[in-house]
C-alpha cells in the first residue's frame, strides 16, 4: 500500500525542540519531493519546509528558516523535520505531502503534490 505516515507530534513548551518523522511505505523516497506542510485553526494551510531528491538544496518559510531543518533518512525510507525553539504560532497539524522527483527544486505549493499523509498535531504552549 502507498502512503506516508506522519508521526512526533505533541504537547512540548515554547522553545523546547521537536522532531517530526515523514515515513514512505510502498515506493521510495530516494528519488521523490516530500514537503512538510501545516495547518492551523482557523487558517490557511502553509507550506513549511520541502525536499528534493539529490542534492538539490532544501527550502523552509521564513518563519521557520534556521530553527527547523529537513533531512532524508534513506534507509529508513524516512523524511525528519526537526523543528527546534518552537514558538506558539508553530502550533499545527503538521501533514507531509509527495511530489514525483523531476530534477527542479521542491516547492511549497500544495497543488505539486499528489499523496499526503494524515497529519501529526503539534502545539506549543507559551
Known amino acids: 500500500q502507498v502512503q506516508l505516515v506522519e508521526s512526533g507530534g505533541k504537547l512540548v513548551q515554547a522553545g523546547d525542540s521537536l522532531k517530526l518523522s515523514c515515513t514512505a511505505s510502498?515506493?521510495?523516497?530516494?528519488?521523490?519531493?516530500i514537503g512538510w506542510f501545516r495547518q492551523a485553526p482557523g487558517k490557511e494551510r502553509e507550506g513549511v519546509s520541502c525536499?528534493?531528491?539529490?542534492?538539490?538544496?532544501?527550502r523552509y518559510r521564513d518563519s521557520v528558516r534556521g530553527r527547523f531543518s529537513i533531512s532524508v533518512d534513506k534507509a529508513k525510507n524516512t523524511v525528519v523535520l526537526q523543528m527546534n525553539n518552537l514558538k506558539p504560532e508553530d502550533t499545527a497539524v503538521y501533514h507531509c505531502?509527495?511530489?514525483?522527483?523531476?530534477?527542479?527544486?521542491?516547492?511549497?505549493?500544495?497543488?505539486?503534490?499528489?499523496?499526503w499523509g494524515q497529519g501529526t498535531q503539534v502545539t506549543v504552549s507559551s
Open positions: 505531502a509527495y511530489a514525483p522527483g523531476d530534477g527542479l527544486l521542491c516547492s511549497h505549493d500544495a497543488r505539486e503534490y499528489d499523496l
Open positions: 510502498g515506493f521510495s523516497l530516494e528519488r521523490a519531493k
Open positions: 525536499i528534493g531528491a539529490g542534492a538539490l538544496p532544501a
